[in-house]
C-alpha cells in the first residue's frame, strides 16, 4: 500500500496528528452506531415507520450491536497479528461502510440487526487497533492527548446522531455515516503503519521510514533504537499467549482493565447513551428530551476536549478517580428522583433535578471515567502481548456492556428506573476507592518505564511532566 510522506509537507508533531484524526474517523461512525438507537428507535416505532419493531426488537438492536463485538474477538486478534495496526483499522472502516449502506437500503428489521451485528464486529476491531496504532505512533509527551481523540471522535459521532436522528430519514442519517467512512478510506490509508508492529516484524527499513515520516525528521536513529530494544528485549523474555495471565506485571494489568471496563458500564453509560430518550421522557423533565441529548452529548464532547487537554499535566489518576466519585453522586441523585416519582411522591416542583444530573453526569463522566480507560488499555501491556490484552480487555468492556444494558431493563420493568440507577451509583464510588489504591500513574512515562512500573522496579522518572518522585513503587493487586 503506498504511504505519502507527509512530512515533507508539515513539521513537528503534526503527522502524528494527522495521521491520528484521520484513523479515528472510524471512532465517529461507532460514536454514531453506538447514540443511534436512543434517536431512531422512536421514528422505529411510530406508526410511518418503513420498518416494524416489537419491544423485543428494541432490546435486540442495543445488544446485537455489543454482541458482534464479541463475536468479532477471533478475528481482531488475526487481523491485529498478521496485517498490522493500520489495516486493521482500514478493514474496520469497510466493514462499518456496509453496515450503513444496510441500513440505507434496509427493509425489515432483520437487516437492522444483521447490520448492528456487523458494526459490532467493526467496533471491536477499530477499538483495539486504534489505541494501540495511536500510543505507538506518538511522542510520549502528546500521547495522552492523541489517544484521546479516539472518544472525542466517537462522542463527535453520538452528537451527530442526536442532532440529525430524530429531524431525517434513517436511510438520510446512515448515508452521513458513510460519507465519514469513506473519507477516511480516502485519506488515513496514505499513513505510516505503527513503528513498533513493524519492528516486531523484523521490517527495520520500513520502521526506520516510517519513524522519519512521523516525527518529521531523518535524525530518528535513538529512538528507533530505543524501540528495537524495549521490543527485542519483551520478544526474549515471553510472549505465549498464556503468559498474558501467568506474567505478574500483565495479570495486573489484566486485573486494572477489568475493573475499569466494568466500572465504565456499570455507571451506567451504555445505558444512557442507548435510551436517553426514554430515560428523559420517563423522569416528565421540563425540556423536550431531544433538546437535552443535544446539550448532553455537547457537554460530554466538551469535557472530553478538556480532559484531553489535562490528562498529560494533571494525569491519569486524579483525572479518574476525581470523575468516579463525582459521577457516582449525580447517579444517586437521579435514583433519588425516580424513588421518590415512583412511590407516588410528588415531584412536578422538582423535575429539573433529571436535567441537572444528567448534564453533570456528562460533564463528570467524560472527565475520567469515560476517557482514561481506553488510554490505560494502549498503555499497560507490553508490546508482545499488547494485541491479545487489549482483545482481552475489549472483551471485558463488550461483557460488561450487554450485562449492565439487560442488567437494567430486567429492574426498570420489575421494580422502577431507581434500582438500576442506584446500582451504577455505588459502582461508581467503589471504583473510585479502587482507583486510588491500586491504579498506577502513567503520565510522562515511556512504555517500557510503564512496564517497570508495573513490575515493581525500583525505578527514577524525571520527565518533563515533573511530579514524580524518585524510586516510585506504586501499590497494585498481585
Partial sequence: MVVVDISKVFSGRIPQILATITGTLNALSDGMQYGWSSPIVPILESPSSPVKITNSD??????????????????????????????????????????????????????????????????????????????????????????????????????????????????????????????????????????????????????????????????????????????????????????????????????????????????????????????????????????IAIIFSVLMLVACALSALLIDSLGRKILLYSSCFTTGVSLLMLASYFACKNNGINVDSYNWVPVVTIISYAITFKCGLGLIPIVLTAELFPTNVKALGCTVSDAMYIIASVSSIYMFHFLQTRYGMHIPFFIFGCSCLLSGVFTIFYIPET???????????????????????????????????S
Fill in 58 to 291: 428494541i432490546v435486540w438492536i442495543e445488544n446485537t450491536f455489543m454482541l458482534g463485538g464479541l463475536a468479532g474477538i477471533p478475528l481482531t486478534i488475526y487481523l491485529l497479528d498478521k496485517l498490522g495496526r493500520k489495516n486493521s483499522m482500514l478493514i474496520s472502516a469497510v466493514e462499518n461502510l456496509i453496515a450503513w449502506l444496510l441500513l440505507i437500503f434496509a427493509s425489515s428489521s432483520e437487516v437492522i440487526l444483521i447490520a448492528r451485528f456487523l458494526t459490532g464486529i467493526a467496533g471491536d476491531c477499530n477499538f483495539v487497533a486504534t489505541p494501540m496504532y495511536i500510543a505507538e505512533i506518538a511522542d510520549k509527551k502528546i500521547r495522552g492527548r492523541l489517544g484521546s481523540l479516539i472518544f472525542i471522535m466517537m462522542l463527535l459521532g453520538i452528537l451527530l446522531i442526536y442532532a440529525i436522528g430524530p429531524f431525517i430519514s434513517i436511510s438520510a442519517s446512515s448515508g452521513v455515516g458513510a460519507a465519514v467512512l469513506i473519507t477516511q478510506l480516502l485519506t488515513f490509508s496514505f499513513m505510516p503503519e505503527s513503528p513498533y508492529y513493524l519492528l516486531v516484524k523484523n521490517r527495520k527499513v520500513e520502521a526506520r521510514k516510517a519513524l522519519q515520516i512521523l516525527r518529521a525528521s531523518e535524525d530518528v536513529d535513538d529512538e528507533l533504537e530505543e524501540i528495537a530494544q524495549s521490543v527485542e528485549k519483551e520478544n526474549e523474555s515471553r510472549g505465549r499467549p498464556f503468559e498474558l495471565f501467568t506474567v505478574k506485571s500483565n495479570r495486573k494489568a489484566v486485573i486494572i482493565m477489568l475493573v475499569l471496563n466494568f466500572a465504565q458500564h456499570f455507571s451506567g453509560v451504555s445505558v444512557i447513551l442507548m435510551n436517553l430518550h426514554m430515560i428523559l421522557k420517563d423522569a416528565a423533565t421540563i425540556i423536550p428530551p431531544s433538546i
Fill in 443 to 477: 503520565k510522562g512515562k515511556t512504555l517500557d518505564e510503564i512496564q517497570k512500573l508495573l513490575k515493581g522496579q525500583l525505578m527514577s522518572v524525571n520527565g518533563a511532566c515533573g511530579s514524580d518522585t524518585d524510586n516510585e513503587r506504586i501499590p497494585l493487586l
